[in-house]
């Protein structure tokens, strides 16, 4: 992935850049918004990572001008503010997510990568295939090697969800927002739970175990074969 | 609550003055009455006295039948003097009283008796003294007056005294009682004012326009003392706030660098990973410092007419599994189409903190969990009950504090910001918290603004 990344933080920027590095990302950066914006006209990036306060333009400013000039890059918005209410700013401005400081880095990554994929959406498919788990989004139907499987409402988003992603890791705050809308992190560990259950109509009985666990990050959804 | 009025400083204070007016009255009344009757028996006796004297006289140097003349004359003239002249065995002379009275002498030589007039069909008993004195051939003469007056004198003052004295008891007991409710009254205003000022948080101060005594320079410094305490609150909620901020870019840092250390150590070196978990519960807690801040700061921002019943509906259904995996015996009662203006993401974190505070302390053995919506008169009022431990009445207001967290639960999980950032979220909506008992466990009751 080519990621364009504009941090006026210099160590938050270095730090950012040598991780999505390390994961094998290309990745340009600027620390002002006026180079970063130029560097965004240039509409070669896949991702545009985005500090909402920069010296010279602010982070909002560079979203509008790009969407103006018809440039479509996912913007994923970085903040020190931690209110709700800039979420929804940013996010009406053209962002399409938002992440406040301080967050972990894997939580980055995992929606960076979640942003790259929907410039070619599963969302779009109505059947989503794991395995021999099918998710059919028609008349919301899922079975398990060809066995119906029969899902609360809930579950039958949670497994949505994660099969738009599969293979990929899905945090818990994004499990969180994308499932049940909840922009926080409720002390009752609800996540866990829910995923219990799943696993239980989906796995079990099963030689290979579909939903995993990824310790301290989320969960994702991937069939390995050997 | 009329009792309650003596209690008033100023009240008792007028009591206290008119016992001890009331007592140097009586004293003074005593002293004006015996005066008076001194004074009149003092003025009868020394008519009397002259009187009898001059009879004295008129027998010595002019003989009896000059005396009985003398009376005779001095009988038709007067009608408050009194004369009686009698041979030795009391038989009449001259004068005007028929009957020699029982000589009841007093200790300075008169006596006292009454005559009884006849007066068209009334009979009239008066009181008069007199002096008597037995001449040498067994003649008897008294000479005396009606006194009546000086008894008619005594009672009206007797009268007057008693009335005053009423009147003075009476007039000191409601003067106090007024007194002591203008004074609570006015007290009233102030203690009203401030007792408001404290439930609400300190916001707003006391109006003090109109008070034009005592009271002013009162309000003045009570509103100079509650404008301190905001300062010094604001600074204490300010601080939490900027140090969370300030110590933000290194926490982000580290956690930085030690995800960069995880991400090129690839043998999940456990250690790096246990200091991440806890670098994220900092970042929690940090968040949560600053979330509270920001509400405190009272930016209402993307408030929104949303429908409370659905959103409460689906954070029931969220937690529905968490109830039947605790055991947790869920009821709801929620009425429909309750609409208000508010940040459903906040409100919803709020509700969020509050379930979440009741899953984790209702230990009981049957656990259950009530959950009510509903609108009365323009107010949603929305209740969690709980069967747990519930929270000692003297911890209600504590419990709403940063880092407060009872002794009893300092083992459990948990930072101590969730019921602040529950107040912060409601105090933005203008909403209310209260606690009370269950008994056992918890009533958290929330009131909000409904829109019609």
New interface residues.
């Given amino acids: 992935m080519k990621i364009l990344l504009i941090e006026d933080?210099l160590?938050?920027l270095s730090?950012?850049k040598?991780?999505l590095k390390?994961?094998n990302h290309t990745v340009d950066s600027f620390s002002n918004g006026n180079d970063g914006l130029d560097a965004g006209y240039l509409n070669e990036h896949d991702i545009i990572i985005l500090d909402r306060m920069l010296p010279g333009i602010d982070g909002l400013t560079i979203v509008t001008k790009l969407r103006n000039n018809k440039i479509l890059t996912p913007v994923l918005f970085l903040s020190?503010?931690?209110?709700?209410?800039d979420r929804?700013k940013g996010l009406k401005a053209g962002g399409d997510d938002y992440l406040?400081?301080?967050?972990?880095?894997?939580e980055l990554i995992a929606r960076v990568e979640a942003l790259n994929r929907r410039q070619n959406p599963k969302s779009h498919v109505d059947i989503l295939k794991i395995h021999d788990l099918i998710l059919n989004k028609r008349n919301r139907k899922v079975t398990r090697n060809s066995i119906n499987i029969n899902l609360q409402p809930?579950e039958y988003k949670l497994l949505e969800v994660l099969m738009e992603n599969s293979n990929d890791l899905i945090t818990r705050t994004m499990l969180l927002e994308k499932v049940?809308d909840?922009?926080?992190?409720?002390?009752?560990?609800?996540i866990d739970?829910?995923i219990s259950?799943l696993r239980k109509k989906i796995d079990k009985g099963h030689d290979t175990q579909l939903l995993k666990t990824i310790?301290?990050a989320g969960y994702s959804i991937q069939y390995n074969s050997k | 609550m009329f009792f309650n009025y003596f209690k008033a400083l100023t009240a008792k204070t007028v009591l206290i003055f008119s016992t001890f007016f009331i007592f140097i009255l009586i004293v003074l009344s005593i002293a004006v009455y015996e005066f008076t009757l001194k004074v009149m028996e003092k003025e009868n006796n020394r008519v009397i006295n002259i009187e009898h004297e001059y009879l004295i006289k008129t027998y010595i140097k002019y003989g009896p039948q000059e005396l009985i003349r003398a009376i005779n004359q001095r009988s038709k003239n007067q009608n408050t003097a009194i004369y009686l002249a009698t041979d030795q065995l009391y038989n009449k002379l001259a004068g005007n009283l028929n009957s020699w009275p029982e000589e009841n002498k007093d200790n300075e030589g008169y006596i006292n008796f009454e005559i009884s007039r006849v007066l068209g069909s009334q009979v009239i008993t008066h009181s008069s003294r007199a002096k008597i004195i037995i001449f040498k051939n067994g003649t008897k003469l008294l000479v005396g007056r009606d006194v009546q007056p000086e008894i008619l004198i005594s009672n009206a003052l007797i009268n007057l005294i008693i009335f005053t004295i009423t009147f003075i008891i009476l007039a000191g007991i409601i003067g106090s009682a007024l007194l002591g409710r203008y004074s609570l009254t006015k007290i009233n205003i102030l203690n009203l004012a401030i007792q408001k000022i404290t439930d609400n948080d300190l916001i707003g101060r006391i109006n003090n326009k109109n008070i034009n005594n005592e009271h002013k320079q009162i309000s003045i410094n009570v509103n100079r003392m509650l404008k301190r305490i905001d300062e010094l609150v604001d600074n204490s909620k300010n601080i939490s706030g900027n140090i969370a901020h300030d110590l933000?870019?290194p926490?982000?840092?580290l956690?930085?660098?030690l995800?960069?250390a995880s991400?090129?150590n690839k043998k999940n070196n456990k250690y790096i990973?246990d200091a991440?978990?806890e670098?994220?519960n900092l970042?929690?807690i940090?968040?949560a410092l600053?979330?509270i801040a920001?509400f405190e700061s009272e930016?209402k921002?993307?408030f929104h007419v949303y429908d409370l019943s659905v959103s409460i509906k689906s954070l029931i259904?969220?937690?529905s599994?968490?109830f039947e995996?605790n055991n947790i015996k869920l009821k709801s009662e929620i009425q429909k189409d309750i609409k208000l203006v508010g940040?459903k993401?906040?409100l919803?974190?709020a509700f969020?903190?509050i379930?979440?505070?009741a899953?984790?302390y209702t230990a009981n053995a049957k656990k259950i969990i009530q959950i009510s919506l509903h609108k009365n008169n323009n107010f949603i009022y929305l209740q969690f009950k709980d069967n747990g431990e519930g929270i000692n009445k003297q911890d209600y207001s504590k419990v709403f504090d940063r880092f407060v967290r009872l002794e009893k639960h300092r083992q459990t999980?948990?930072n101590g910001l969730?019921l602040s950032m529950v107040k912060a979220i409601l105090n933005l909506h203008n909403a209310t918290i209260s606690l009370s008992s269950n008994k056992p466990g918890l009533i958290v009751e929330i009131k909000l603004a409904s829109i019609s």
């Fill in positions: 933080d160590s938050i730090f950012i040598k991780g390390e994961m020190a503010l931690g209110e709700v209410n929804v406040s400081k301080p967050f972990s880095f894997s809930q049940w909840l922009h926080f992190d409720p002390q009752t560990n609800i739970v829910h259950r310790r301290g | 933000k870019k926490l982000t840092k956690k930085g660098n995800e960069l991400i090129k990973k991440i978990t670098a994220d970042i929690k940090f968040n600053l979330d920001s930016k921002q993307d259904e969220i937690y599994p968490v995996d940040n993401i906040l919803t974190q969020t903190n379930l979440d505070n899953i984790k999980d948990g969730g």
